[in-house]
């Protein structure tokens, strides 16, 4: 199994960009897709965007798409989310997460392991 910690969360005005970062350990890291999810106070978690294993393949999101960007170093064992162009309801707890397997997936029931959310606030 993979352990997973995100980073780069914070309090931005809207417009603004923010990078996060999921460190994950294990061996597996490298074999699996990657995503990243978001919940928003008393919803469900949202699919965001997902990675393959090689970073080859992306998928996005409609809302978030042509604004946020996926990526992943696999030296680094680290999965990335660059969010440009931030709104107000951007604004929820986003959480990176392990697939089951290579390819990507953006059903949460197909990720296997999650970090512990990192707070991301969008102001006006």
């Known amino acids: 199994q993979v352990q997973l910690v995100e980073s780069g969360g914070g309090l931005v005005q809207a417009g603004d960009s923010l990078r996060l970062s999921c460190a994950a350990s294990g061996r597996t890291f490298s074999r699996v897709a990657m995503g990243w999810f978001r919940q928003f106070p008393g919803k469900e978690r949202e699919f ?17 798409k042509g604004r946020f960007t ?27 997460a392990a697939g ?15 970090g512990q959310g990192t707070q991301v606030t969008v102001s006006s």
């Open 48 to 64: 965001v965007a997902t990675i393959s294993w090689s970073g080859g393949n992306t998928y996005y999101a409609d809302s978030v």
């Open 70 to 96: 996926i990526s992943r170093d696999n030296a680094k064992n680290t999965v990335y989310l660059q969010m440009n162009s931030l709104k107000i309801e951007d604004t929820a707890v986003y959480y990176c």
């Open 100 to 114: 089951d397997g290579p390819s990507y997936r953006t059903n949460s029931r197909a990720f296997g392991s999650w």
